[in-house]
């Protein structure tokens, strides 16, 4: 399986484990920083918007609403799949004359014309790409003067790693052995220098500054706190935080031996049906004007 088709089965399938109450309780929280991105990028009717990793057309759709009938929304991605996903709703909703889509991605933004966007916007593409200076570089470089940029990204660096009593937001106490090597796999599909952990809001900044943006504005945002739990035992075991890691049942099969994961499993398991989860979340929003 390609890269192409990884990142279309986890948006499309296993982001949410399965669980349709995960899903909806998931597209809330996404129809949020949809809003505030597209906010933040001040479009206007008759922009040409163009969105980067654009996956299943999230800020894409809303955003050929705010440009109108005279605006235009490229869909860009590095999932052909996606993209194909992403012409479908467009089709199905009569906009197909005010999109166009194009298989490319950070840093290259390849194929997207110099100074030919009024706005651009980027949620959560950015933790997956190493070379950050150059993708601002190519988000400058598309963009026409006075044109607005709008981010969101997570800030995973900010509490890693996590306390070693906690995995997944769950106390295991006593079992700190067994957690550490189910979190050695994960380490071992994230290191340290990972591109989704090398970076923090401070980062973003410099990195817009840097490629010559102006009108600089960072939103920071932390969570420490205790969530109520959304998911299922089931849905945790089978989702995915993001595509690049396997599944929490595949890294205990990996990790642990029987009578070990049963231990850690009970644990987990019982922890979460107590019903609360610890959270240690940032996130940061970035709007800039290309001057
Ligand atoms: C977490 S999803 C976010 C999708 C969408 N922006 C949203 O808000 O729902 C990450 C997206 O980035 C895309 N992607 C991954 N690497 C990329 C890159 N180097 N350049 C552009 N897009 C990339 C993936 O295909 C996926 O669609």
Known sequence: ?????????WLLEHRFGGDAGQRD???VQLGEFRDRVLAGARVRRGDVVLDVGCGDGLLGVAALDLVGRSGHVIFADVSADLLAECRRIVDDLGHRERA????????????IDAASVDVATTRSVLIYVADKAASFASLHRVMRPGGRLSIFEPIYSFGHPPPANTFLGLDVTGLEDLAERVKDVYRRFQPENDPMVDFDER????????????????DYHVDIDVEPVRMTWSTMLHHTPNP???TLREALDEALIGIER?????????????????????????TAVRS
């Open 1 to 9: 399986v390609g890269t192409t088709d990884r990142w279309a089965a």
């Open 203 to 218: 980062d973003l900044l410099g990195l817009a500054e840097a490629a010559g943006f102006d009108e600089i504005h960072l």
């Open 25 to 27: 309780a998931a597209m």
């Open 244 to 246: 690049l890691v396997p």
């Open 100 to 111: 166009a889509f194009v298989h490319t991605g950070l840093p290259e933004l390849a194929g």
């Open 262 to 286: 049963e231990a850690l499993t009970e644990r987990l398991r019982d922890q979460l049906e107590r019903g609360a989860t610890r959270r240690r979340f940032a996130s940061a929003y970035l």
